[in-house]
T-cell receptor, first 113, second 116 residues
Framework: GDSVTQMEGPVTLSEEAFLTINCTYTATGYPSLFWYVQYPGEGLQLLLKATKADDKGSNKGFEATYRKETTSFHLEKGSVQVSDSAVYFCALSPNSGNTPLVFGKGTRLSVIA | GAVVSQHPSRVICKSGTSVKIECRSLDFQATTMFWYRQFPKQSLMLMATSNEGSKATYEQGVEKDKFLINHASLTLSTLTVTSAHPEDSSFYIC????????????FGPGTRLTVL
């Protein structure tokens, strides 16, 4: 079945460092891909998405490109801030009606000043 | 963007009582909503798929008699934890998929349940 694998955390970075969180997927067909962010004690917020190959999703300085050839959707940010500290989830949505998202296990990011 | 609300955000109850959690899609209609459970520092575990006007579909290992789901309208689904026990303490999150335009799944802010 469909699955998402993302890098294990926790990831600890200094402020203004470059961030990469790797995400790869296995799916039949052509899924949509998402990154969600969860701040402490809160629910999940959609960070960015891409619906087809070579699409780039971007939001709040974060970017991820849908790479079909490598089945990847790595999350990047050029300069992280303390406020970016959160858990990041990579997810895919099979493009077939009302099916739930398939999540990776999440990567905890801590940014220190 | 689309918003999904949950109520209550936190609830503390005694063992043996029942707790109802509401999930509402505020600006779109959702024929299907999803209920997740999240343990500390772990990913989300899908519990069930709530279908408007019909029975919910439960994931393997989730007791349907313990976690009652009702999806009475296109904007409201409820999860009732019956005869709650301390092991039911968890963070419960609902989500709804907006199939119109954005085709994106939006999440509620979650409900922290503590059973004493």
């Amino acid at each position: 079945g469909d699955s998402v694998t993302q890098m294990e955390g926790p990831v600890t970075l200094s402020e203004e460092a470059f961030l990469t969180i790797n995400c790869t997927y296995t799916a039949t067909g052509y899924p949509s891909l998402f990154w969600y962010v969860q701040y402490p004690g809160e629910g999940l917020q959609l960070l960015l998405k891409a619906t087809k190959a070579d699409d780039k999703g971007s939001n709040k300085g974060f970017e991820a490109t849908y790479r079909k050839e490598t089945t990847s959707f790595h999350l990047e940010k050029g300069s992280v801030q303390v406020s970016d500290s959160a858990v990041y989830f990579c997810a895919l949505s099979p493009n077939s009606g009302n099916t739930p998202l398939v999540f990776g296990k999440g990567t905890r990011l801590s940014v220190i000043a | 963007g689309a918003v999904v609300s949950q109520h209550p955000s936190r609830v503390i109850c005694k063992s043996g009582t029942s707790v109802k959690i509401e999930c509402r899609s505020l600006d779109f209609q959702a024929t299907t909503m999803f209920w997740y459970r999240q343990f500390p520092k772990q990913s989300l575990m899908l519990m069930a798929t709530s279908n408007e006007g019909s029975k919910a579909t439960y994931e393997q290992g989730v007791e349907k008699d313990k976690f009652l789901i009702n999806h009475a309208s296109l904007t409201l689904s409820t999860l009732t934890v019956t005869s709650a026990h301390p092991e039911d303490s968890s963070f419960y999150i609902c989500s709804a998929r907006d199939l119109s335009g954005t085709d994106t799944q939006y999440f509620g802010p979650g409900t922290r349940l503590t059973v004493l």
